[in-house]
């Protein structure tokens, strides 16, 4: 027997959506199945989706709510810092200002009396003042700018240690410091604590 050449076949155009289906399967059949196929494939992506999508939420609600704590946990630190410049920029400022303010005798008096005040001495008390600030009060004759009576209980004297316009008030139960930078500092720490 002689086998024939097999005969080719000659297609005016290229054929699309071919699909071969075995003999005797109905390719209704088939299609339903891709369909049904296609179905549980699209339902699977969108629960994988889903469920991606809700850990990327909690994810992201995560990372919200942390930095939501490290605003919370960062502002009193930040106010503080801030409260804190503002003291320090005032303060810098005050001294500057006080350190222009012109040194007179009534300045000098008002800081003895202030001194004074606070010594609550009635016995002798010994005066510090920086040399200009005690040959200012000697040169105007000032006693009558303080207290009643204080001219026969204090002794002046001039000291290095005395910043013009304070004083050091010395008794024989302790020490007034009237200076100015004494009291910059104690107002600076009163401000700060």
Same mark, same amino acid.
């Given at each position: ?27 209704? /059949? $088939? &299609? =339903?199945?891709?369909?049904? @196929? ?7 992506? %969108?629960?994988?989706?889903? !469920? *991606? ?43 500057? /200002? $006080? &350190? =222009?303010?012109?040194?007179? @005798? ?7 009396? %202030?001194?004074?005040?606070? !010594? *609550? ?73």
């Amino acid at each position: 027997m002689t086998s024939a050449a097999p005969e080719t076949l000659r297609l005016s155009r290229p054929l699309r959506a071919l699909r071969f289906v075995p003999a005797g399967i109905d390719p209704q /059949l $088939v &299609a =339903d199945r891709e369909q049904a @196929a296609f179905e549980r494939g699209r339902i699977e992506g %969108e629960r994988a989706l889903g !469920a *991606q999508l809700l850990q990327q939420r909690a994810e992201l609600i995560e990372i919200q709510n942390g930095i939501f704590q490290s605003l919370r946990d960062a502002l009193p630190t930040t106010i503080h810092d801030c409260e804190t410049s503002l003291v320090t920029l005032a303060f810098e400022v005050a001294q500057k /200002l $006080v &350190a =222009d303010l012109p040194i007179t @005798a009534d300045t000098v008096a008002a800081t003895i009396r %202030e001194a004074l005040d606070q !010594a *609550q001495e009635a016995g002798e008390c010994w005066v510090q003042l920086h040399p200009d600030d005690l040959a200012l009060v000697e040169r105007l004759n000032t006693p009558q700018a303080l207290p009643n009576g204080a001219t026969e209980r204090l002794h002046f004297e001039a000291s290095p240690a005395v910043t013009r316009g304070g004083c050091l008030v010395k008794t024989r139960f302790g020490l007034v410091d009237a200076r100015r930078e004494t009291k910059l500092d104690l107002l600076k720490k009163s401000l700060l604590s």
